[in-house]
């Protein structure tokens, strides 16, 4: 199997790592995990047991991807970002039995030390800033930011601000790749590249 594992790290028996996926320093995945191909895991990484992890995904130093948490194709985690699993958490009350899921879709982007409180799921293709703290679902392509987050904008496919309103209807081409978007209402969809 052509997976990088750096000697320091931990992965338990049973776990499955996709070909070409690399698990740098001080990283520990649990038996139970099951990640595709081509994920890069920076140093000091942990996944849990009930966690999937798409191709392509990259999880930069110091994240935890906790029981519950799924990320699909291309998942960008930038650093020292944080999941949770329990709403509502005490150390004296055993609360294993109320883990929320989390997804994040294909392609979304969780800036530097955001938080994704369990139980939301973040749309294809959405960017949520540095810092930000997310506590309700996210819309494909929107950019969110500050704490709790709110919508700002929508992004493009290819990680750059598209020129539109937050609600109401609208088209935008992306200036990198030629694709473009249209905004119905709430709602933000690529119709073409």
């Given at each position: 199997?052509?997976?990088?594992?750096?000697?320091?790290?931990?992965?338990?028996?049973?776990?499955?790592?996709?070909?070409?996926?690399?698990?740098?320093?001080?990283?520990?995945?649990?038996?139970?995990?099951?990640?595709?191909?081509?994920?890069?895991?920076?140093q000091?990484?942990?996944v849990?047991?009930?966690?999937?992890?798409?191709?392509?995904?990259?999880?930069?130093?110091?994240?935890?991807?906790?029981?519950?948490?799924?990320?699909?194709?291309?998942?960008?985690?930038?650093?020292?970002?944080?999941?949770?699993?329990?709403?509502?958490?005490?150390s004296?009350?055993?609360?294993?039995?109320?883990?929320?899921?989390?997804?994040?879709?294909?392609?979304?982007?969780?800036?530097?030390?955001?938080?994704?409180?369990?139980?939301?799921?973040?749309?294809?293709?959405?960017?949520?800033?540095?810092?930000?703290?997310?506590?309700?679902n996210?819309?494909?392509?929107?950019?969110?930011?500050?704490?709790?987050?709110?919508?700002?904008?929508?992004?493009?496919?290819?990680?750059?601000?598209?020129?539109?309103?937050?609600?109401?209807?609208?088209?935008?081409?992306?200036?990198?790749?030629?694709?473009?978007?249209?905004?119905?209402?709430?709602?933000?969809?690529?119709?073409?590249?």
């Amino acid at each position: 199997m052509n997976v990088m594992i750096h000697e320091s790290a931990i992965v338990d028996e049973g776990a499955q790592i996709g070909e070409g996926s690399r698990v740098w320093h001080f990283v520990h995945v649990c038996g139970g995990a099951r990640i595709g191909k081509n994920v890069s895991m920076g140093q000091g990484v942990f996944v849990g047991n009930k966690v999937t992890i798409g191709d392509n995904c990259k999880i930069q130093n110091n994240v935890s991807v906790y029981d519950n948490v799924h990320l699909e194709e291309g998942v960008f985690c930038g650093p020292s970002m944080v999941f949770t699993n329990v709403y509502n958490p005490r150390s004296l009350i055993e609360r294993k039995d109320e883990y929320r899921d989390t997804l994040a879709r294909k392609g979304a982007s969780l800036g530097a030390n955001c938080t994704i409180v369990c139980g939301v799921t973040i749309g294809e293709y959405a960017f949520i800033g540095a810092g930000a703290v997310v506590n309700k679902n996210v819309p494909a392509y929107a950019l969110m930011v500050g704490v709790p987050a709110k919508q700002i904008g929508w992004m493009s496919e290819y990680g750059e601000q598209l020129d539109l309103p937050l609600t109401g209807q609208g088209e935008a081409v992306c200036q990198h790749t030629g694709g473009r978007y249209v905004l119905d209402g709430h709602q933000l969809t690529k119709v073409s590249e």
